[in-house]
């Protein structure tokens, strides 16, 4: 794993995503998260996760320069549900993963983040979903999963407007467990993994397993037409023209095509 580092605390496996200065989720970030993901499920030592960011940023989301290589609407919804296969095995991971949040979580970075069963977050970190400023949409569940978090009116105003939030407003609709001060954070995330780590493996793990009976039957329908609209919204010149925008640091001319 050249990406991420692992190490085990105790009974808690840390996991810190090594790719400044964003910690944009590329392949390879995706890649080597699996491959830790398997490190952890064949060793029952293991009782929590954390996942944190290395350096100013938890992510600042997926990696669009690597979107440019894609050509056909097949091969983005490919990736979109690649993506969401992946955040999915977190959702229904056999033992509690904590997202450890600062600087920013956007895009990419707060889908992964709403993977995990628990955020710790800054009072100041910002987490949004801005794709939209980029003529795209939110393909790795974003769509699914704010709503259950915030609500679909708070939802729809995150998505539409791009506008990130606070961690302290975050803490107060639901989508972070927890907003505390930058020099806090560490040990806050430790502490909650620690509280968690010390109860039974098999109650945790059968709590694993039942709360996520509280899923809607349609969750996974949605994931599919998500899938299935980033991958014709990046067919439009809309869509090439806000990546375009992003990656030479400039608005994006928009004319609904």
Do not use: W
């Amino acid at each position: 794993m050249d990406y991420l580092h692992f190490e085990a605390q105790g009974n808690v496996a840390v996991l810190t995503i090594q790719s400044p200065p964003a910690n944009a989720l590329a392949s390879y970030i995706l890649k080597d998260l699996s491959t830790a993901l398997d490190r952890i499920q064949d060793d029952p030592a293991y009782k929590a996760v954390v996942l944190k960011g290395e350096g100013k940023f938890f992510s600042a989301g997926a990696d669009i320069k690597e979107f440019t290589s894609l050509q056909e609407e097949n091969e983005y919804s490919k990736l979109s549900r690649q993506g969401q296969e992946l955040f999915n095995r977190i959702e229904n991971f056999h033992i509690p993963v904590i997202a450890s949040i600062h600087g920013a979580s956007l895009g990419g970075g707060l889908e992964l983040a709403m993977s995990c069963h628990m955020r710790i977050v800054t009072e100041d970190a910002k987490l949004g979903l801005p794709e939209l400023s980029l003529g795209i949409v939110p393909g790795f569940a974003g769509t699914q999963r704010l709503p259950r978090y915030v609500g679909q009116p708070k939802a729809y105003e995150m998505i539409l407007t791009g506008e990130p939030i606070s961690g302290v407003e975050a803490a107060s609709l639901g989508l972070a467990n927890k907003a505390i001060p930058q020099e806090q954070l560490e040990e806050e995330t430790m502490k909650l993994a620690g509280k968690i780590a010390a109860k039974s493996g098999p109650s945790v793990q059968a709590i694993m397993r039942l709360i996520p009976y509280t899923n809607t039957s349609l969750y996974e329908k949605g994931q599919l037409e998500e899938a299935e609209e980033f991958g014709k919204v990046f067919g439009n010149e809309d869509a090439k023209e806000g990546v375009q925008a992003f990656i030479e640091k400039r608005k994006p001319n928009f004319k609904d095509q």
